[in-house]
């Protein structure tokens, strides 16, 4: 009798899980890619949630160090050696799956998988480096699984593919001669788009009875090829050749693979542990340049780039769900996510708890509610070497441990 209390009272559960503990991961991390609703035991589900998230990175001791008017923007010391770096966001989820034959199991969803938002604005001593950045992504997938019945449980086979859609821009100011001159801001801006095709691999392990389960799910990279847009220097008149000028340019880039494993047991009636390791392989990132696609000479290093300098990402989570009544459930988790940055950029260590809450009126209707507070851990940015290219010798800075909160609510119907 209590093995059959394992699958009736926690294997939703889980799906708590991956709302007990948004956080804000590094690199260009926020939803990531979840395919938890495909292992829904309903035949039929259509899911729609959405999380909020609050970093609050805030640098300090800021210092413009490189002062040239031509190549630096010009001296910057004097405005503020503060500013508020990172921007509230949002994560948006849809998804619809369904059940054939008890052995086939397909889902379709829309998500935003990655992006990145930092806006400390035009009033600081580094912004030669950035006014404000923001990246996006759309990603609208497919993926399915067949099972079949292996020992105690079943052994289930996960395969799909999904298309991205990626846009984004960055201002920065290039030059504070025009300001002097009074014939523009100084300030240039780079638009970019694009998107390409990935795939989904993996596998899973269940035994229903004890709500047990284990995955292992491969994503691939995403290839932007034709990473095009526009450099708009039309604020900068002083700048050779491109000076008061909308150029076209194009570059490339890579949305990075990753692999997760994740575990799922029920330890006791109506008590379940579960958890979580994901390699994200960020280090692909490090500078992505940008050249005219008009003819125009291309500058060495690019007309422009985004310097990321990533390194790989690792993300660790576990926690516990308990089902308290036929209506309610709830989970706690704890998430460690190594930061990204390397000396040059201010993705740090994070560390999150989250609290996660399930209330079904009815068989069909599943109302879920999180919320999570985390750290973001100190560090410093500065002028970094890595293959002969330098990073970050425009500006430095230091941050302390900073917060970071999310809270997040989705409507499940099940059919």
């Given at each position: 009798m209590?093995s059959r209390?394992f699958s009736?009272g926690?294997t939703?559960?889980?799906?708590?899980?991956?709302?007990a503990s948004?956080?804000?991961?590094g690199?260009?991390?926020?939803?990531?890619?979840?395919?938890d609703?495909?292992?829904d035991t309903s035949?039929?589900?259509f899911?729609?949630?959405?999380?909020?998230?609050?970093?609050?990175?805030?640098l300090?001791?800021?210092?413009?160090?490189?002062?040239?008017?031509?190549?630096?923007g010009?001296?910057?010391?004097?405005r503020p050696?503060?500013?508020?770096d990172?921007?509230?966001?949002t994560?948006?989820y849809?998804g619809f799956?369904?059940g054939f034959?008890?052995?086939?199991?397909?889902?379709?969803?829309?998500?935003?998988p990655?992006?990145g938002?930092t806006?400390?604005?035009?009033?600081?001593?580094?912004a030669?480096?950035?006014?404000e950045t923001?990246?996006k992504?759309r990603n609208?997938g497919?993926?399915c699984?067949y099972r079949?019945d292996?020992?105690?449980g079943?052994?289930?086979?996960i395969?799909?593919?999904?298309y991205q859609?990626?846009e984004g821009?960055?201002?920065?100011?290039?030059s504070?001669?025009p300001?002097l001159?009074?014939?523009?801001?100084?300030?240039?801006?780079?638009d970019?788009?694009?998107?390409?095709?990935g795939?989904?691999?993996?596998l899973a392990?269940?035994i229903?009875?004890y709500?047990?389960?284990?995955?292992?799910?491969y994503n691939s990279?995403?290839?932007y090829?034709d990473?095009?847009?526009?450099?708009?220097l039309?604020q900068?008149?002083?700048v050779p050749?491109y000076?008061?000028?909308?150029?076209?340019?194009?570059?490339s880039?890579?949305a990075?693979d990753s692999l997760e494993?994740?575990?799922q047991s029920?330890?006791a009636?109506d008590w379940?542990a579960f958890?979580s390791?994901k390699?994200?392989?960020?280090?692909?990132?490090?500078?992505?340049?940008?050249?005219?696609?008009n003819?125009?000479?291309?500058?060495?290093?690019?007309?422009?780039s985004?310097?990321?300098?990533?390194r790989?990402?690792?993300?660790i989570?576990?926690g516990v769900?308990?089902?308290f009544?036929?209506?309610?459930?709830?989970?706690?988790s704890?998430?460690?996510?190594?930061?990204?940055?390397q000396?040059y950029?201010?993705?740090?260590?994070?560390w999150?708890?989250?609290?996660?809450?399930?209330y079904?009126?009815?068989?069909?209707i599943e109302?879920?509610f999180?919320?999570?507070v985390?750290?973001?851990?100190s560090?410093?940015?500065?002028?970094?070497?890595r293959?002969?290219?330098?990073?970050g010798d425009?500006v430095s800075y230091?941050?302390d441990d900073?917060?970071?909160?999310a809270?997040?609510?989705?409507?499940?119907?099940?059919?």
């Open positions: 209590a209390m009736k926690v939703s559960l889980v799906f708590l899980s991956s709302l948004p956080s804000f991961a690199g260009l991390e926020r939803g990531g890619y979840n395919i609703q495909l292992f035949p039929f589900s899911q729609s949630g959405v999380t909020y998230v609050t970093p609050q990175r805030k300090k001791d800021v210092r413009d160090t490189n002062t040239s008017i031509f190549t630096g010009g001296n910057l010391n004097s050696d503060t500013a508020d990172t921007s509230n966001y994560i948006p849809i799956k369904a034959a008890d052995t086939i199991d397909c889902l379709v969803d829309y998500s935003e990655f992006g938002h806006n400390p604005g035009l009033n600081w001593a580094g030669n480096n950035n006014i923001e990246i992504t609208y497919g993926t699984s079949f292996v020992g105690p079943q052994l289930r086979f395969g799909g593919a999904f859609e990626v821009f960055k201002e920065r100011l290039v504070t001669l300001l001159l009074g014939n523009g801001t100084g300030v240039g801006r780079l970019i788009d694009d998107s390409g095709w795939w989904r691999a993996g392990y269940e229903p009875e709500a047990m389960r284990a995955s292992l799910v990279r995403v290839k090829d990473l095009s847009g526009t450099v708009d039309r900068v008149p002083v050749l000076g008061g000028l909308v150029t076209p340019v194009s570059g880039a890579e990075p494993l994740k575990l029920g330890i009636p379940l958890g390791v390699w994200t392989n960020w280090s692909v990132l490090q500078s992505v340049t940008f050249c005219p696609t003819g125009l000479p291309c500058p060495a290093g690019g007309l422009t985004l310097d990321l300098l990533y790989d990402g690792w993300t989570s576990g769900g308990h089902k009544n036929e209506q309610w459930a709830g989970a706690v704890l998430t460690w996510d190594r930061g990204t940055s000396g950029g201010a993705q740090t260590d994070s999150t708890l989250g609290l996660g809450g399930a079904t009126p009815t068989e069909h109302w879920r999180a919320g999570a985390g750290v973001l851990t560090g410093s940015s500065g002028a970094v070497t293959n002969g290219v330098t990073y425009d230091s941050f900073d917060l970071v909160a809270l997040s609510t989705s409507i499940k119907i099940k059919f």
